[in-house]
């Protein structure tokens, strides 16, 4: 009789797996905080199918350890794995309680904040743990043929829970059920300024004085500007302004509106006419030279973003949403509104357009800690 086919992976290969799901796991959960297009949805289709797969691995991992991290049996590097157990099976259950429509209010952060964050310590309390522990599985146990069964059969289990899991969800109308392909939930479209205000870490300033306000854009280009918000076409019929250009002529830039849906990493999206100027047409007031290839929007906190120069034209500089005069909380005097960009690339309460010839790389810090000076 053939002998029986057991389908758990030997432990080491069950611990190389958690690694490299982990690996997969970080790799596309960052990739996604910056995917806002259709294109990039099998970005957390993998993250799903890594994550639901992970479960199975977990599983077979604490039931061949659980003895060993009985409370009389734990010193340090037992407590650090129980720790990272802990922290993973977290990650793991946020994440797919969120699929399935979970809520939590945590102040100014939700579920998927708290997944996130625990998806971030994960890799960290690993790194810990394998510097106590590590051994790879041997060559030979890896290629072996019915271990590669078994990892297909792992995968295999893990699509067909994802897959499985959104019918579910379907047919119970969870929550969960009309998330978009990023995870977000629809909140507040076509209400005006009444849909939520988030921030990327700690933005919140004051309102901004808009009579002592401007709008300069300067950097790779033939004339500065520098646009006071009564410059600005802002209202229902002002159709355009004139721009001065010093000693040449008056340039105009014409109102315009764009249909825009804006989608936050902490899992909401929300859909909206916004009105303000297009960023070709002040580009085009100002006159980009040759050298000019990204387009950096400055925010009065110091947070910010660069567009290619491409793209940024065709991006808005807001002053209303759904025809109403931005509020504060959602960046007013002006926000960029950039088309297929994740929420914390829309920056807020902009007061410069610099136009640049390399990507200014300090904007990857400067997201992180502008607003955290208090
Ligand atoms: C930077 C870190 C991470 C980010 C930004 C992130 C983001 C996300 C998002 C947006 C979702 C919801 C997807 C949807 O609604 O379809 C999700 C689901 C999930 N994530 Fe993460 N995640 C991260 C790290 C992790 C880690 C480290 C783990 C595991 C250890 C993990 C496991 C899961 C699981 C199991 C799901 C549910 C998948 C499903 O049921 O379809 N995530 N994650």
Redesign the pocket.
């Known amino acids: 009789m053939a002998p029986e086919f057991d389908l758990e992976p030997p432990p080491r290969v069950v611990d190389g797996s958690l690694l490299v ?2 690996v997969v ?2 790799a ?3 990739t ?2 910056v995917s806002g297009r259709p294109s990039g949805g099998w970005v ?1 289709d993998v ?2 199918v ?3 797969a ?2 199975v691995l977990l599983a077979w991992k604490l039931r061949r350890v659980r003895h060993r991290i009985s409370p009389g049996a734990l010193d340090a590097t037992r407590a650090m794995s129980v720790l990272l157990g802990v922290v ?1 099976t977290g ?2 259950a946020t ?2 309680w ?2 399935f429509g979970g809520r939590l209010d945590l102040g100014p952060w939700g579920l ?1 904040n708290l ?2 964050g ?3 310590v ?2 960290v309390l690993l790194a810990v743990h394998l510097r106590q522990r590590f051994a790879l599985p041997r060559r030979e146990t890896v290629a072996d043929r019915r271990n590669a069964l078994r990892y297909g059969a792992v995968l295999g289990a893990g699509a067909l ?2 897959r499985a ?1 959104e019918t579910t969800s379907r047919v119970l109308d969870t929550a ?1 059920a009309d ?1 978009r ?3 977000s939930r629809e909140d507040g479209s076509d209400a005006g300024n009444d849909f939520p205000v988030t921030s990327w870490v700690a933005d919140d300033p004051d309102p901004v004085d808009v009579d002592a306000w401007t709008l300069d854009v300067t950097g790779h280009v033939d004339t500065s500007l520098s646009l006071s918000a009564a410059a600005l076409p802002v209202g229902e019929g002002e159709s355009e302004t004139a721009i001065s250009r010093g000693d040449r002529d008056p340039a105009s830039v014409e109102a315009a509106g764009k249909r825009a849906l804006l989608d936050c ?1 902490s ?1 909401w999206y929300s859909e909206h006419d916004w009105g303000g100027i297009r960023v070709g047409d002040l580009l085009d007031a100002a006159a980009p030279d040759e050298d000019a290839a990204w387009v950096q929007f400055q925010s009065v906190t110091g947070y910010r973003w660069s567009l290619p120069l491409g793209e940024a034209r065709d991006a808005l500089l807001a002053t209303r949403v759904d025809g109403d005069p931005l509020s504060h909380g959602h960046g007013a005097p002006m926000r960029l509104v950039a088309p297929g960009r994740r929420g914390f690339q829309w920056v807020k309460w902009v007061e410069e357009v610099r136009v640049t010839r390399r990507r200014g790389l300090g904007e990857l810090v400067a997201v992180f800690v502008s607003g955290l000076d208090g």
């Open positions: 799901a982990v796991l970080l596309t959960g960052i996604s905080l957390f993250h799903a890594a994550g639901l992970t479960v993973t990650a793991l994440g797919v969120w699929v998927l997944h996130i625990l998806g971030l994960v890799p829970a994802w899991q969960g998330r392909f990023t995870g990493t899992g």
